[in-house]
């Protein structure tokens, strides 16, 4: 037997989470494979076989912590398994008879297990609505708060402490469940940076607000001419990154960091762009956006997006930055002061665009307006500073074709 361990991820990282498992125990796995993602406090990872073979004696869970080093799993060489052959599938022919067994009754989905495995409900009873009839956690969640049949203490496993705690249904009161579960690695990061950075750094916000039909007639007039040429669509964000460009270059201290008793000031522009990916919050850097084009712009932050759903995000890909930009906007945001990501010193927030009423040369014009708002670490940038940024930004958006001529 082959043991799969936990690898060395990264320099000081000593822990990692489970996140999930791509081949279950009894399946067979070619070399070189993924077997199983593991988050870090900077991204996710994913550990390939080191040889082809059978899995077996799965040692860690999903969302369970292991240290790096610890055996996850062990792998039984064998030959690949024929088509028409027997021997070499009869290793696994236990696990394919459980998956018979589970696929009989319903295939049931490990957060929904666990769910009706803490409140001690018979999986059997409850009806999937999954694909293939696939017992999902919604399913799970309403199959407790109802008087359904209840699995003997004898046929269920123990629960986990302290994981859940359901009340009994008492006079036609529903159950009141709470889930507890651990933090995850990125999120227990972003947690203590978060803290960090109020704690450290003497944080303002200050607010602008940006006509936004200047970029939108723009998009608008070239967006098929962009997307035939480089294959990827003509968003927002490629105008904020550049415009962002242009205001660091007038404002230096908004690129630059603390590091001890000393000011460093970068001359290159890494930009952060917040996306949400399938574990949260992450922030992929942007590298020299200086001399990226729109299209590079685009076509970047649409890999990293496409990545960060999968969980597949190096942890490469989100070291260092001089700046942040993140636009709550997709999530309905119309205002609000984001928390700088240190070591920076300013974070760029964009929010929703929403027609309002302005004064345009002495008329009531309904526009696409946008609230911008920059938070900054007041140690090392002035409030001129900050306000003047912003402002650059504004200009800058509201006359695009700035951006193309450096003016």
């Known amino acids: ?39 870090t406090e900077k991204a996710s990872v994913q550990v390939p076989a080191p040889e082809a073979g059978y899995i077996r004696n799965i040692r860690r869970k999903a969302e369970e912590f292991a240290n790096v080093g610890d055996t996850l799993c062990e792998i039984e060489p064998a030959p690949a398994p024929q088509d028409n052959g027997s021997s070499a599938k009869q290793p696994d022919q236990p696990a394919a008879a459980n998956s018979a067994d589970q696929a009989s009754s319903g295939h049931v989905m490990p957060s929904a297990e666990r769910i009706l495995r803490e409140a001690n409900v018979d999986p059997k009873s409850v009806s999937g609505t999954g694909p293939g009839g696939r017992v999902l956690k919604e399913d799970a969640m309403l199959a407790v708060q109802k008087p359904v049949p209840r699995a003997s203490t004898s046929e269920l496993s123990d629960p986990k402490p302290a994981t859940a705690v359901t009340g009994a249904l008492e006079g036609g009161q529903p159950h009141r469940m709470e889930e507890v579960k651990p933090l995850s690695m990125i999120r ?18 200050t607010f602008n607000e940006i006509n936004m039909r200047p970029i939108m007639s723009l998009r608008k007039k070239y967006r098929d001419a962009f997307q035939e040429r480089h294959g990827v669509k003509l968003g927002f964000m490629s105008f904020f990154a550049k415009a962002s460009v242009e205001g660091l270059r007038r404002f230096p201290s908004v690129n630059a960091q603390i590091r001890g008793n000393n000011v460093v000031y970068h001359h290159y522009h890494d930009i952060g762009i917040a996306i949400g990916g399938g574990k949260g919050l992450v922030v992929p850097v942007l590298r020299n956006v200086e001399n990226m084009t729109f299209a590079d712009v685009e076509r970047t932050i649409g890999d990293y ?16 930055g001089t700046f942040t930009i993140s636009n709550g906007g997709v999530y309905g945001s119309m205002l609000s002061t984001p928390i700088v990501n240190p070591p920076q010193s300013a974070i ?47 200009e800058a958006c509201e006359d695009p074709t700035r951006l193309f001529l450096e003016v």
């Open 305 to 320: 997006a496409a990545q960060a759903m999968e969980n597949r995000l190096l942890p490469e890909n989100l070291l260092g």
């Open 188 to 205: 227990r990061t972003i947690a203590a940076r978060l803290v960090d950075a109020q704690h450290s750094a003497a944080l303002l916000t």
């Open 1 to 39: 037997m082959l043991e799969l361990k936990v690898p060395s991820v990264g320099e000081s990282i000593t822990e990692v989470q489970i996140g999930q498992w791509l081949k279950q125990e009894g399946q067979w796995v070619d070399r070189d494979e993924d077997v199983v993602d593991l988050e």
């Open 348 to 394: 760029l927030g964009l929010h929703a665009i929403q027609d309002r009423p302005m004064a345009v040369n002495g008329q009531v014009e309904i526009l696409p307006m946008m609230y911008v708002a920059l938070t900054y670490d007041h140690r090392i940038i002035d409030g001129r500073e900050a306000v003047s940024f912003l402002k650059t930004i504004k």
